[in-house]
């Protein structure tokens, strides 16, 4: 009988042992959104570089396709201009404007900007990004990029964009006009002012706050070509539309094959006293010459607005819209945009966002295992107990 409590209670220590030891968290097996680790650099989102000021460089000394990765970057003062093509890289740069004009040029197909800081361009009528990708199979990256304190859009995407460029996390903050006026490939008319090449535009983890600060009113991101999203970002403050989308509906004449109809917002959130998504153009003489309609998929998006959906209902063409939204947005930014100019060039806070699309968000595999864990657990307490009990009446 002794031996028999004696072995009662050394199973119970056992017991309360491995309860209360700490557990090993499962791994998520599906991608997931960038917790804003650095992409060049090293540190985590919110730390300071840890070398030296940084260098002085002038326009024309600014590397393209730099070697060796880490924390430093270059500060250019005043006006540049730059242009990128196949495969070219622009990285570590900030670029103090001072009021002048700051142009990145990209076309071609397979360039990259990245870690890079664009504040205080002064030039009304040029974005300081202006991008295209020329190929159909092509694509251009924009990573850990940040704009703000300007007079102009900060990103400009041409009409003739007929390939992929893909946002991962930016943030444009205090701008002029749009944020992202990206919506031109999309456009299906040969008259006003250029049919589009229909290339695909997406954003990931983007972070949009106080755009239209200029004369004219500004969109916080403005898509118009199918395929094209906005996923795990936040758009706060816009003096015009938060989010549009102005044609994408799935018959464009020169739609990107592996395009979607449509354009896909998703775990989204937006705060404004404006309108906080636009559904089709807002100019009525386009909708008769397309004789189609926008269409736009809703998933996870919330909404604090003075007019929450706005369907333009020009020439009579009603919008569609997939999905419903929500309230309560959280206006913090997305984890992975970069906090700071300084950390945007340095490569501190970013950097790891999806490659070759919008971050999956559905059901990771790590909570399914983890509840599974849960479960197991207490089906070997019961046992285990169950089993104290037993030898320690018997």
Not at 48 to 67: H, I, L
Not at 80 to 108: M, Q, W, Y
Not at 211 to 235: E, M
Not at 275 to 285: A, K, M, P, T, V
Request: hydrophobic letters at 35%.
């Amino acid at each position: 009988m002794r031996s028999r409590r004696a072995l009662s209670r050394l199973l119970l220590v056992a017991l309360l042992f491995s309860v209360a030891a700490p557990s090993v968290a499962p791994i998520a097996s599906a991608p997931v959104a960038s917790t804003g680790t650095t992409g060049t650099g090293t540190g985590t989102n919110g730390t300071a570089p840890a070398s030296g000021d940084p260098t002085v460089v002038a326009c024309e000394q600014v590397q393209r396709n730099p070697t060796g990765e880490g924390p430093d970057y270059r500060v250019v003062r005043g006006g540049c201009s730059i242009d990128l093509s196949d495969g070219e890289i622009l990285s570590n740069v900030r670029f103090k404007a001072r009021g002048a004009e700051i142009d990145v040029r990209a076309s071609g197909s397979g360039w990259t900007i990245r870690n890079v800081a664009i504040t205080g361009h002064g030039a009304p009528d040029d974005s300081p990004l202006d991008l295209r990708v020329e190929s159909r199979d092509g694509v251009g990256l924009v990573r850990n990029v940040w704009a703000s304190d300007l007079d102009s859009n900060a990103v400009f995407v041409h009409a003739t964009h007929r390939g992929t460029i893909r946002f991962d996390e930016v943030t444009f903050l205090r701008v002029g006009e749009d944020g992202a006026y990206a919506s031109r490939p999309g456009n299906p008319s040969r008259v006003t002012p250029q049919r589009g090449g229909g290339g695909i535009v997406g954003f990931d983890q983007a972070y949009v706050k106080n755009v239209g600060t200029g004369p004219k009113a500004g969109y916080g991101v403005r898509l118009g070509s199918d395929g094209s999203y906005l996923t795990n970002s936040t758009v706060v403050s816009s003096t015009g539309p938060a989010v549009a989308n102005t044609f994408a509906g799935g018959k464009h004449p020169n739609q990107h094959p592996d395009a979607f109809e449509g354009v896909l917002v998703r775990d989204v959130s937006i705060v404004t006293e404006g309108i906080g998504i636009r559904l089709n153009n807002h100019q009525d003489d386009l909708a008769p010459r397309r004789r189609w309609t926008s269409i736009t998929h809703l998933r996870n998006v919330r909404i604090d607005a003075g007019q929450p959906i706005q369907r333009n209902e020009a020439g009579g063409v009603d919008p569609v819209i997939n999905g419903t939204y929500g309230t309560n947005p959280d206006p913090s930014p997305p984890p992975g945009a970069p906090r700071s100019p300084e950390l945007a060039a340095s490569g501190i806070g970013g950097g790891t966002g999806s490659i070759g699309g919008p971050v999956d968000t559905g059901p990771v595999d790590g909570i399914g295992t983890a509840v599974g864990i849960v479960i197991l657990t207490a089906l070997i307490v019961v046992g285990a107990l169950a089993l104290v009990y037993r030898l320690a009446t018997d």
